[in-house]
């Protein structure tokens, strides 16, 4: 049996990604990335069971960092306007230091292989955001949602604010980048949204 190479399997890994940011899962296959990687197709046997392991891994792994650096320095307990806040920064810096991680996560997003990675970050992450949200309406910080509509009211205007800015530019300028004036005053808004 053949043994992991770290550097091989770092960028098997790097060309993956690519791959799927430039192609879409549709043009992804496992023949496609061994040339990409320089390797032979049975190489990636060794890492992976096969195609759809092999972006199973990739995704959420890229999903569980993504999750543990949100959550950097938040606990439960916190003010929810604080931990908002801390959530958003974490979450800004990861996205713009992990572009082309965060289009691949995109991608599998609208496939039937997110199913798997949802249900891990839910395992993972759930309790603690959960408790962060339950402390935040029973002090009256917030108002009770169903998690959709409080998820959409939270994030979606920070993720919107964040693709903007890796195209380039919005609907009504050419050009757009994201910057600290913007995503704090998006923020503010986000907040008194979901104040009771």
């Known amino acids: 049996m053949r043994t992991r190479d770290t550097n091989k399997e770092n960028s098997i890994r790097k060309q993956a990604i690519e791959m799927v940011v430039k192609e879409g899962l549709d043009g992804f296959s496992m023949q496609k990335l061994a040339k990409a990687a320089g390797v032979s197709p049975a190489t990636l046997y060794i890492y992976y069971k096969d195609r759809e392991d092999l972006i199973n891994q990739i995704a959420t792994e890229i999903s569980l960092r ?3 650096s949100s959550l950097q320095g ?12 801390i959530q958003w920064k974490n979450r800004l810096k990861f996205y713009l230091e992990n572009m082309d991680e965060m289009e691949f996560i995109e991608q599998i997003r609208y496939s039937p292989l997110y199913e798997t990675i949802r249900q891990v970050i839910r395992q993972k992450f759930g309790d603690v955001l959960g408790s962060f949200v339950m402390n935040a309406i029973n002090r009256g910080e917030m108002m009770p949602l169903p998690f959709e509509v409080y998820w959409a009211i939270a994030f979606a205007p920070l993720y919107q604010l964040i693709k903007f800015h890796s195209q380039g530019r919005s609907h009504a300028n050419d050009e757009f980048t994201i910057n600290d004036e913007m995503v704090n005053m998006t923020l503010k808004l986000v907040l008194k949204a979901l104040k009771p």
């Open 66 to 68: 993504l999750m543990e």
């Open 74 to 85: 938040i606990h439960p307990k916190m003010s929810f306007a604080d931990g908002m806040e």
